[in-house]
């Protein structure tokens, strides 16, 4: 295991994506919480990019769970049967918007508590709807999040509750409302879960990660602002190119001055 980080190398951590990514967002396109709440149950186990190809249509005609309902679980399936576990999920949704039409009045409930009981709703799914329909700084702890968070040494936990339980203790709050989506974009496109990317981390010098690509350690060259992880690079060297959104490339350059953090 890593070595865990110090509070002056986690503060140097989340400055450096605060000042690279200030307002990160979060990849699945939804409308209002309740389409947020569905797009994120039907992200189990499904990539964000195969759920937002299906889900603009769905949204179009059932963007309410009084819509849903009318839609019926058969034609709700036939919207999203290109996502993986469709059949489970379809039923799923449509029993979490009868409870939200019988019990809340239509209404995502805010309470983290309360979305557990619905149907096809976790604990992450819960966190995700919590911090991103009403700004609750809340961290779910999703595959790249527990990834990140053991590699680095910012919070050490062997199941998703005890990294989220260390997150919660360790990130500095002014931090924790964004926490969640720096964490995921940089698991995401800069430490991969076979291959990290640390040439193009943000944050290597402050990782304890004792398996860093080698050329981690290379100074930068002075004849260009380009990242030495860059798509243009790793191809010259042979390596995988991986695309990255805009806010994860923000959160991949280089700072100016990269304070060690200690």
Not at 58 to 74: C, H, I, N, R, S
Request: with cysteine; net charge positive.
């Amino acid at each position: 295991m890593p070595k865990p980080l110090s509070r002056a190398e986690i503060e140097a951590m989340f400055a450096r994506f605060a000042s690279a990514e200030p307002n990160p967002k979060g990849e699945l396109g939804f409308l209002n919480p309740f389409t947020l709440l569905v797009a994120v149950v039907l992200s189990a186990q499904a990539t964000d990019k195969g759920v937002n190809r299906a889900t603009p249509a769905l949204f179009a005609v059932a963007d309410t769970p009084q819509k849903m309902l009318a839609l019926g679980e058969a034609r709700l399936r036939d919207y999203i049967k290109t996502i993986g576990l469709y059949r489970g999920k379809a039923r799923n949704i449509i029993g979490l918007s009868k409870r939200l039409v019988e019990e809340f009045g239509g209404q995502v409930p805010r309470d983290r508590e309360v979305l557990e009981t619905l149907p096809g709703v976790g604990r992450k799914t819960a966190n995700v709807v919590l911090n991103t329909a009403f700004g609750e700084p809340l961290i779910a702890v999703d595959t790249h999040v527990f990834r990140v968070s053991n590699r680095t040494g910012l919070a050490i936990g062997k199941t998703p509750l005890a990294v989220e339980a260390a997150l919660s203790r360790r990130v500095p709050e002014r931090y924790r409302l964004h926490a969640h989506h720096w964490l995921i974009l940089h698991g995401r496109y800069v430490c991969l879960a076979r291959r990290p990317n640390c040439p193009a981390c943000l944050i290597r010098d402050i990782c304890h990660f004792k398996d860093k690509t080698i050329d981690v350690l290379a100074p930068p060259s002075s004849s260009s602002s380009r990242p030495a992880g860059s798509a243009r690079a790793s191809a010259r060297q042979g390596k995988p190119r991986v695309k990255r959104s805009p806010a994860a490339a923000k959160l991949s350059r280089r700072p100016a001055a990269s304070p060690r953090g200690k």
